[in-house]
């Protein structure tokens, strides 16, 4: 899949494991970066900034 790709809500909590009030949490936070707004009731994420913020996530060991 392209990098500029549109990651969607549901594909977006499968890729990072968590649910969608984390989700939103973490990005009132700033912990995570906001959506693209695709239209009046669709949000998407960028795969090229999902995989950027998922590279600096710290891994544990």
Not at 17 to 35: C, E, I, K
């Amino acid at each position: 899949m392209p990098p500029n790709a549109v990651i969607r809500r549901q594909e977006l909590l499968n890729i990072i494991g968590v649910s969608r009030s984390t989700l939103y949490n973490w990005m009132a936070d700033g912990h995570f970066p906001r959506p693209m707004i695709l239209g009046k009731r669709a949000v998407g994420w960028s795969r090229s900034v999902v995989t950027e913020w998922l590279s600096s996530r710290p891994t544990s060991h």
